[in-house]
């Protein structure tokens, strides 16, 4: 099995894509001849052509309110953009038509495209470029929302997406894209939208974090296993939107305690969603209140505070400690 | 007649005064501009160029992080500014730094901003000073120029005469915002003057891939106002468009566009590799008309200027450009701890639940629980 980036995993599942399936698109700003400012989209317009890796003009609400058209005729585009601090500038557009297209034809016409764009913080960039809004397209019906953690989730993910019905919004980790490599085999895979994934048993707490978030509650999970003797069971979210709560549920009522973890601002992110399914579906198992480590209610600063703005593992050992220890 | 031929107002004009050795192509047009002005802009372009090279040596050594060079769109800026009273409004996007460094900004601010602080925005000279008006930099592409369209309305509902300038590139004419901007100042007659810097590149789309107009300045026309061409690497050329923009402005004639053709000399950022995307003969071919040569060629045929002059200024600003350094990465070294800031200017007042999270940030960090800013 061939060990791979994230972000070559992510070539790997357009490259097969496009091979096996010719109305699967790629448009976006710098996709074609500079293969996307991260490269996730290199090579492919050497192999297939500019009809189908179309550099486009400098206009997000361009690029995602023609891929709906593109979409609704039946092809398979899967848009970049370039950041997703700039994909408010097609808001609307995924708001008003890709996320209601179905619903309001009565299902005459469906939306079934791929926004993939980079978001997350960590890598030292300017102003927009590391934040972390997955809250803004879960919260709106219509639209599903997919996080990938590693290389190999990240491939099959971006598969199902790109098979997917419905309009997906797929952030990647840019903090995880070139930081790791992992076996990715050669044969296909997929990984269902809509699941989520147990990544580490245990019995005495539960951790759910996802994207570049994952490394930072994994660690902590180990040095938990080292230290305190705990045994943390840790679940990938993988799909904000639609959520998979069963699994949380399920893990909640073994551990009876759970940690969230995610870098997006705390209030209305997708943690308090999590916390609010947990209390609906798990309350009586609890024997803790759950905790959420998250980014501030701020603007994720300029790189310099950067750190102490991220949840890192100490911060989600501390959670998780107290989360044991509670109530005294 | 049934079929007749529409009669536009406006047609685009080109408009270019110095030959790329700097010889003045019609006197005619030659700006009068004090020789002291014209001095102090040499020097500002000549620290912008040396400054522009520095930042991209300590962005090499990892002291400061992402930027967008300026190289060789000095005059394309600079002329513009140059037209302009302090008491105009400056809207830029987020490669200005010869033009803001004409309104006052420090060298010392950019450094810190681009040292990943936000208080280089805090810095004196950066703040608007008393009297010069300059908007922070505005990253997502095309989206500023409708805040310049919203300042300029209100100028003229107050009444004043103060014009208000945006600057955006050859890509950011294809968001639909600048075409917004574009289309309110035309309908609203602000005194809006629109500055598209063509450095005929975006990232690594070509300016002919961005639109199919021949021009970007015809663009203007649809929106019913003056759209002209000008050489953006002369910078007397960029300065007598502005000119009389902002004499249409103040007079209550509405808004310009000005195209300025340059050449982004450099990378995108220094996150780009242009080699993936352009040919070396094409950059070659632009380094020709680079403007600072350019420049110095003319104030040396007008005996304003000597290659010993040039020399001095070179050192002066060699030890300028250090200080700034030393300065900066003192004050970076002292800003450091100063994480808690994260919550400052969030609100006018702060928020109790946001003094919960400073608060608990404090303890996380082993800091004093602070104050509001
Ligand atoms: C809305 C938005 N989309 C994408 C980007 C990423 N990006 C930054 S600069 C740039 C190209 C801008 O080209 P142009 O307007 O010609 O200005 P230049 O960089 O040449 O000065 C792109 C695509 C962004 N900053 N904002
Ligand atoms: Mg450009």
Redesign the interface.
Known sequence: MPKMTMVDALNTALHQEMEQDDSVMVLG??V????G?FRVTEGLLDAFGEKRVI?T??????IVGTSIGMAIFGLRPVCEIQFS??SY?AFHQLEAHAARMRWRSRGAYTVPMVLRTPYSGGV??????SESREAYWAHTPGLKMVIPSTPRNARALLISAIRDPDPVIFYEPKAVYRAFREEVPEEEETWPIGKAQVVREGEHLTMISYGAMMRPTLEAADKLAQEDDVEAEVIDVLTIAPLDHHTFAESAKKTGRVVIIHEAP??FGPGAEIVARLIESSFWYLEAPIRRVTG????I??????K??LPSAG?VL?AARETLESPA | MPREVVDLPYQVEYLSILDEDGHVLDEDLEPEIPEDRLLRLHRTMLLARRFDERMLHLQRQGRIGTFAPVRGQEAAQMGIVAALRESDWMVPSFREQAASLWRGQSLESFLLAYGGFYQGNELPGNQMPEGSRNLPVAVPVGTQPLHAVGLSYAIQYRGQDDVVVTFFGDGATSEGDFHEAMNFAGVFQTPTIFVCQNNQWAISVPRSRQTNSETLAQKALAYGFPGRQVDGNDILAVYVAAEEAAERARSGDGPTMIECITYRLSMHTTADDPSRYREEEEVEEWRRRDPLPRFQAYLKQRDMLSDSDIEEAEEEILGEIQDAIDGAEERMEELANEELSMFDHMYAEMPPYLREQRDQLARELGRKEGNDA
């Open positions: 700003e710098d074609g001849v500079d293969g400012v550099d003009p400098l206009a997000e609400a361009g601090g700039f500038l030292r960039a300017l102003e927009h470029h705390r209030s501030y209610d701020v603007v600063p300029l790189f310099a505070y950067e102490a703005y911060r501390a």
